[in-house]
């Protein structure tokens, strides 16, 4: 990989695809955006952007700036700008008046020229609170014992590999102690901007680096993915003795990450971990997002999958929306439901605004369910319960359900409705 420390180039002889770059740039750091993608076709230059789990049109370039546009970028991470014929990527840092980036710059040949991938790398904003995160209330609480402890298991069940690594990195954040080393094996590289003070380990080998972290008195340990019984049986035997594992395994609900270290174990796992599952989806712009009363159909959508005609659960429901208020959830405004029905819903403003580059929309917001499970739970894991039950007996022993949390984000207006029906579809096969 070629690597090259440069800056964007504002006056030169081709002013215009210099200019283009630099705000091409400029706005995806602004906005948050993770990768940019350039692609050339036989009318004009694509460019997109990815933020978060959406993919969207950032802006449309003439076509006969194509060819220059990928010069550039070539010569700002040092390729090769006469190879058009084979794949290349080469790394850069450039600098703006807010601050300095790395990206990694890769051109791939395509039937209308060149397409070029850019990854901005170390660009993700610091969280070292696991509030920002989208935990909240009983079940922030909940993380925050468990990881109160000298040793255990927290285990974050999602199929969304990098949000739930990046959950993890704000954990282990949390464990700092002048006497503990912390580690990390196997993060995505662009979360290592996270981990302050945390070391990182590479290789695929997950049970034999965890023998020789051990042997290193190492006592935080994240691992990305655990998907063998070699390492879930080591992780599940330190974690007991004298660590703290945190652990990501791609499960969407509390019921299957058990049931899967269970089975990963080839027995009740003796860490009796905490369970974290997550969902990430595109959270409202806070500047913009629009209030509106709910339509016949959508108050028919609520009544279904919330039973939000039933007295009792309207009352419980506006009570975890008030719990949530005075959390920190868009502590600024009034509750959105009452003890009767659900007054008000949100939505994007068409156009968005400046602050979400007119998207409507602005980073990703993490659901969640948080659960340790109690010894009626552990009993039925042990007697190969359905999945259906394990996730009834979580929510009677008080966890707030992926949907249930959903539905209070919608209420305080962090996510519009069809984002929580997603999330409801997702979570009916549990």
């Not at 390492?231 to 652990?247: F, G, S």
């Not at 980073?363 to 359905?386: C, M, T």
Request: with cysteine; net charge positive.
């Amino acid at each position: 990989m070629a690597s090259k420390m440069g800056r964007v180039p504002t006056k030169t002889n081709e002013d215009l695809v210099n200019k283009s770059i630099q705000q091409i740039l400029e706005r995806a750091t602004k906005n948050g955006v993770s990768n940019i993608h350039i692609e050339p076709n036989n009318t004009f230059v694509l460019v997109r952007y990815r933020r978060g789990s959406s993919l969207y049109i950032a802006n449309k370039l003439p076509k006969h700036t194509a060819e220059a546009l990928v010069r550039q970028l070539k010569n700002l991470a040092g390729l090769d700008t006469q190879q058009t014929q084979a794949p290349q990527v080469g790394e850069a840092t450039v600098h703006f008046n807010h601050g300095t980036y790395k990206v990694v710059i890769a051109t791939l040949p395509v039937l209308d020229g060149e397409r070029v991938t850019i990854r901005l790398r170390g660009h993700v904003t610091p969280r070292q609170q696991l509030e920002s995160l989208g935990l909240w209330g009983k079940s922030l609480t909940a993380v925050e014992h468990a990881l109160a402890e000298d040793r255990g298991l927290v285990i974050v069940g999602s199929r969304q590999a990098r949000a739930a690594q990046i959950t993890l990195a704000g954990m282990i954040q949390k464990l700092y102690s002048p006497t503990r080393k912390r580690v990390f094996i196997e993060p995505d590289e662009t979360i290592t901007s996270l981990l302050h003070g945390i070391k990182v380990v590479y290789g695929h080998n997950y049970a034999q680096q965890l023998k020789l972290l051990s042997e290193r008195e190492y006592g935080a340990i994240a691992i990305s993915n655990v998907a063998d019984h070699a390492t879930a049986r080591q992780v599940d035997n330190m974690a007991k003795i004298d660590k703290k594992l945190l652990v990501r395994l791609p499960v969407n609900s509390v019921a299957r990450g058990l049931i899967l270290w269970h089975q990963l174990n080839g027995h009740l796992s003796v860490s009796q971990p905490i369970v974290v599952a997550q969902i990430n989806v595109m959270g409202l712009c806070q500047y913009c997002r629009e209030s509106y009363e709910p339509s016949i159909i959508e108050q028919i959508q609520l009544t279904e999958i919330f039973k939000t005609d039933d007295i009792a659960t309207m009352k419980q429901l506006n009570e975890l929306e008030r719990l949530a208020e005075e959390a920190g959830l868009a502590s600024n405004q009034p509750l959105s439901s009452s003890e009767e029905n659900v007054r008000q819903l949100w939505r994007a403003k068409v156009n968005g605004c400046e602050h979400c580059d007119h998207t409507g929309f602005s980073g990703d917001i993490g659901i969640f369910e948080v659960y340790k499970p109690s010894d009626h739970f552990r009993s039925q894991l042990a007697a190969n319960e359905s999945v259906a039950l394990l996730q009834q007996t979580a929510i009677k022993d008080g966890m707030i359900s992926l949907k249930v949390d959903a539905l209070t984000k919608a209420l305080r207006g962090l996510i519009d409705f069809p984002t929580l029906l997603s999330i409801s579809e997702s979570t009916q096969q549990f």
